[in-house]
């Protein structure tokens, strides 16, 4: 393995390419020194408030599903796997950090494959796991009366969805994490994804495009363009809220994801020699840190869109806190009623109907 030191005078032209990958590619000598210094501060900075702020958040979410949700539902899982995505995102995020701090990767080779293959595992499970909770929503609502449904509910479905889920994510990772190596550039030891030729990138770029924006949107638009007719029909007080939940959980999502996937039809064009100016890398990496900056955040509110904003998640919360904090929440009263108590560890598909707060935990 080569001897990490630090750089000179020398910038790399490809080294902040993140989420496209943090694991670098093999970086082309360019002389980007303001770039290069703000990236120094403006990352590390970053990366740090995401990964506590996230780590945080679905940290009390995987305590509060572990601890009161036994045996899981179909939404509970689902859920759990999210966190679990969201929280091995975060955890490559310190190792990024230290490495943007220093302009040198200083961890042994084999952690450059593995720090990737956190990052990539969580980056297309949070991603894919977001896709079949949309689902399951559309399936509960509007296909509520259909058999099969309760059998693609069932715990052993859910488990098996989840499995094929993760090797979904696993495939979609596979590549990048197999070519990722410790280089060495300019006497400067990178984490970067070797190319030969140049082959592997546009495919990268959109596959990333396609998997991580494209499907996931239209997958949300159409699910919940079905719903929200079928709940305004319903006479319940709980529908506004519902509807308004599913625009946020819409909306959050575009406004995060898509600058982010701008810039990566950018990058393709760039790779494919249509954007070659020394002004347009700088401008172009940049850009990929602020976006990549917004992006990353949005892990950070999976758990208040997902699992904080209903209420008997938060009376969960709450109870936990009080056997956890007993002086500092004894006081505090839990707004529970002894249905949703019984509901705590299973759906009961009698109250799928009438209860819009049963179906979406709203």
């Known amino acids: 393995m080569n001897n990490s030191s630090k750089p000179t005078t020398d910038n790399y032209s490809d080294y902040y390419s993140l ?3 943090p694991y670098h590619y093999v970086p082309q000598v360019c002389n980007n020194n303001n770039v290069m210094d703000f990236s120094q501060v403006f990352l590390p900075t970053v990366y740090s408030i995401v990964f506590i702020v996230g780590f945080i958040g679905n940290g009390l979410v995987l305590c509060v599903l572990v601890k ?53 595992l969580g980056f297309y499970g949070s991603i894919f796991f977001m896709i079949l909770m949309t689902v399951d929503r559309y399936a509960v609502i509007v296909h509520t009366y259909t058999s099969l449904i309760s059998k693609f509910r069932s715990v052993r479905a859910g488990i098996a969805l989840a499995l094929f889920v993760w090797t979904l994510s696993l495939a979609a990772s596979l590549p990048n994490i197999i070519i990722s190596n410790v280089s060495n550039v300019s006497n400067v030891s990178v984490c970067s994804v070797t190319d030969p030729g140049n082959i592997w990138k546009p495919f990268h770029y959109i596959e990333l495009n396609i998997l991580g924006f494209i499907i996931p949107l239209s997958v949300m638009l159409f699910c919940y363009s079905r719903i929200i007719p079928i709940l305004m029909t319903m006479n319940s007080q709980k529908k506004h809220k519902a509807v308004r939940l599913m625009v946020v959980i819409v909306t959050v999502f575009f406004l995060f994801w898509t600058p982010y996937n701008i810039v990566i039809v950018l990058k393709l064009l760039q790779q494919l020699g249509y954007m070659t100016s020394h ?84």
């Not at 995102?89 to 701090?101: E, Q, R, V």
């Not at 904080?308 to 006081?331: A, D, I, S, T, Y």
């Open 19 to 21: 989420p496209e990958s």
């Open 68 to 120: 009161y949700h036994k045996p899981f539902n179909m939404s509970d899982l689902c859920l759990f796997n999210l966190a679990i995505s969201d929280l091995l995102f975060l955890i490559s995020l310190p190792f990024w950090a230290d490495y943007a701090a220093k302009s040198y990767w200083a961890f042994p080779e084999f952690m450059c494959h593995a720090v990737t293959a956190l990052y990539m």
């Open 279 to 362: 002004h347009c890398n700088q401008d172009m990496h940049m850009a990929v840190q602020w976006v990549e900056s917004i992006t990353f955040f949005h892990c950070c509110l999976n758990p208040i869109i997902y699992a904080f904003v209903g209420q008997k998640f938060r009376n969960l919360f709450q109870k936990m806190l009080k056997e956890w904090f007993p002086l500092c929440f004894g006081h505090c009263t839990t707004v529970e009623s002894k249905s949703s108590e019984r509901t705590t560890s299973k759906y009961s598909r009698a109250s799928m109907i009438s209860s819009i707060k049963t179906k979406l935990k709203v």
